[in-house]
């Protein structure tokens, strides 16, 4: 019972957060999301429906270095994930946070990315 009700809480929390926050060619969503082992993030422009740049710790290059799902794994891929977005010609983007908290490994991905020189 108490796993339907937070579900449904979260499902809420992504409907309001996605009520503000829609992506274009020149600036699309980047969207963030953890789960207990890995981290997924993409670069999505919601005009078109199609994804720019997409990277998760499910990567063969960052599969071998052990990435987790905790603050040095955040770092790292946000790190990268600028790198690849950068490249894929994407320079400014709009945070989604999918429905958690924008603290711990949340900031530290986007600190990191905003390092990395993506501008949101």
């Known amino acids: ?20 926050v829609a992506g274009t060619a020149e600036r699309p969503r980047l969207s963030v999301k953890f789960t ?12 078109a429906g199609t994804t720019l740049a997409y990277l998760s710790s499910l990567d063969a290059e960052l599969r071998a270095s052990k990435l987790a799902a905790n603050l040095a794994g ?7 994930f600028a790198a690849k977005a950068t490249a ?21 991905f986007a600190d990191a990315a905003r390092a990395g020189g993506l501008e949101f």
């Open 36 to 47: 207990s082992k890995h981290i997924y993030a993409q670069a999505i422009d919601d005009d």
């Open 1 to 20: 019972m108490n796993t339907i009700k937070k579900a449904n809480l979260l499902q809420k929390r992504k409907w309001r957060i996605r009520k503000k």
């Open 74 to 80: 955040a770092e790292t891929l946000g790190k990268a």
């Open 88 to 108: 894929a010609g994407v320079t400014r983007v709009v945070f989604d946070r999918n429905g958690a908290p924008y603290h711990g490994k949340v900031k530290v």
